[in-house]
């Protein structure tokens, strides 16, 4: 068997095998529900975090979960038909950039390191940038 005929008959492989698993609904998003959802996602691996406000992203794919010390915060964010969690505190945050509705965190994670939070209120977008900052300087006059 030549290279070419080799080649073209893996690249036909490989691509029925992406399609069969589109079809069969592996690309698919599975939004988060509503901010009750989010928290329950978040102490399912944070079981003692407590939540002071829940913030939902405008495309449901991002939840911040704040707490009543101001030094830590709760993130959810949906990957495919699956969501991980994070808690972020000083040391996980690099930068925070905000452009009037949208709030861009850099983080200090390899496998998350970066999201984009959306929201429909430039009044809610500007109390999750106040918590952030909050947060992102709490260990600064510790």
């Excluded at 996602?41 to 449901?60: E, K």
């Excluded at 979960?65 to 996980?92: H, P």
């Excluded at 998350?112 to 300087?137: H, M, W, Y």
Aim: glycine share 6%.
């Amino acid at each position: 068997m030549t290279l070419p005929i080799l080649l073209l008959i893996v690249v036909i492989g490989v691509s029925v095998v992406v399609g069969a698993v589109h079809l069969a609904g592996g690309s698919r998003i599975v939004p988060i529900p509503s901010e009750a959802d989010a928290l329950e996602r978040l102490q399912l691996d944070y079981p003692d975090y407590s939540a002071s406000s829940v913030y939902l992203s405008d495309d449901h794919r991002n939840a911040l979960i704040f707490d009543n010390k101001e030094k830590t915060a709760g993130l959810v964010v949906v990957m495919g038909d699956r969501s991980l969690t994070r808690m972020l505190d000083q040391t996980m945050i690099k930068s925070i950039e905000r452009r009037k509705n949208e709030i861009k965190l850099k983080l200090a994670d390899l496998t998350l390191p970066a999201i984009r939070f959306i929201c429909g209120d430039e009044t809610v977008a500007d109390s999750i940038a106040q918590n952030l900052d909050r947060i992102d300087k709490a260990g600064v006059n510790n």
